[in-house]
């Protein structure tokens, strides 16, 4: 496993084209596009334009709508210029004026001044807020690259790892010819966002490809359809292919719940031991299905257990009772 730190954004990435749908113009500061992002949140600045400077969070855009900009308009211009001056002198990394407003003559003169990037946007201001708060999470998200095999079963993304030659592959393929989708072979990207979701995908060089010893790399989009791959699916659980070791104890009950930790978050662990006469294919799908009933509050393993107890129990007092007389 190879972690990767979040590359460096700057106010730059405003212009990329997962932002093209919002259609931002640059009417101001263009010098400063290389001011950095540093956070995945945004700020609207309603209480600094009212003279409240300290919640002004360094390194984040600054969204401007209808209700900061009409409050504007109460302010005399000495307050407006003032204001405006004060906020643009901070450490913000740009501006964006939604609604295809006209953004304050002051903050125009400001951002030009001083070099402070300043968009427009026909868009709404919660649309800018989503977007933007997206792409920043994506951006700024670590990551770590992992060897492995990353397989969406029924809605659930299943990571397969193992040694090298273990089957990995092989078992992804014989998932995907029972209706399964591949997300990335081999190499899996995963992202942590702030939410705490561990998302898994591909790069653009081996996307829907998959190597197979003694036959070579396939294609699996065009081999099974675009409906057996994804682009992108969260890790749910984390299955360990193993080397069959005879006399070695395997858990046999499913009470023991291990744990596998990616970028600092903790999904379920499963161990497989791999030999001749295992479907894994299918122990694999079943292990997904038992993990979506526990995520609805069934564990059969502890029912089971529940059963067992309570059958001793009353063994137990049938066998008191019947000593007493």
């Given at each position: ?55 002004i969070k360094p390194g ?174 969260t890790v749910d659980l ?88």
């Amino acid at each position: 496993m190879r972690e990767v730190e979040a590359r460096p954004l700057t106010t730059e990435a405003l212009r990329g084209p997962s932002l093209a749908i919002l259609g931002l113009t640059l009417v101001a500061g263009e010098r400063g596009l290389n001011r950095p992002l540093t956070g995945w949140r945004i700020q609207r600045p309603g209480l600094a334009i009212a003279g409240f400077l300290p919640y002004i969070k360094p390194g984040r855009i600054q969204i401007l709508g209808e209700s900061e900009l009409d409050y504007v308009k109460t302010l005399s211009p000495l307050e407006r210029k003032q204001r405006f001056r004060a906020i643009a002198a901070l450490p913000v990394s740009g501006f964006v004026v939604t609604k295809g407003l006209t953004p304050p003559p002051d903050l125009a003169r400001e951002c030009r001044s001083r070099d402070v990037p300043l968009f427009v946007t026909r868009a709404t201001t919660s649309v800018v807020i989503q977007r933007i708060t997206g792409m920043l999470e994506e951006s700024l998200a670590p990551q770590q690259t992992v060897h492995g095999v990353l397989v969406d079963v029924h809605g659930m993304g299943v990571l397969l790892i193992g040694e090298s030659g273990i089957g990995k592959s092989e078992c992804a393929l014989d998932l995907i010819q029972r209706g399964h989708r591949l997300v990335a072979d081999d190499a899996v990207q995963i992202s942590r966002f702030p939410s705490g979701e561990l998302l898994g995908r591909a790069s653009n060089l081996i996307r829907y490809h998959m190597e197979l010893r003694g036959i070579g790399i396939i294609n699996i989009k065009h081999l099974f359809g675009v409906s057996a791959v994804r682009m992108s699916q969260t890790v749910d659980l984390v299955i360990s292919l193993e080397r069959w070791k005879p006399g070695e104890q395997y858990d046999r009950l499913g009470l023991t719940q291990e744990t596998h930790e990616i970028l600092g978050e903790k999904r379920p662990l499963m161990r497989l031991p791999v030999a001749s006469g295992r479907n894994l294919a299918i122990l694999i799908e079943i292990a997904a299905r038992n993990e979506l009933l526990k995520l609805q509050g069934y564990d059969a393993a502890r029912e089971f257990t529940a059963k067992v107890d309570a059958e001793i129990a009353r063994n137990a007092r049938a066998a008191k009772k019947r000593a007493k007389n």
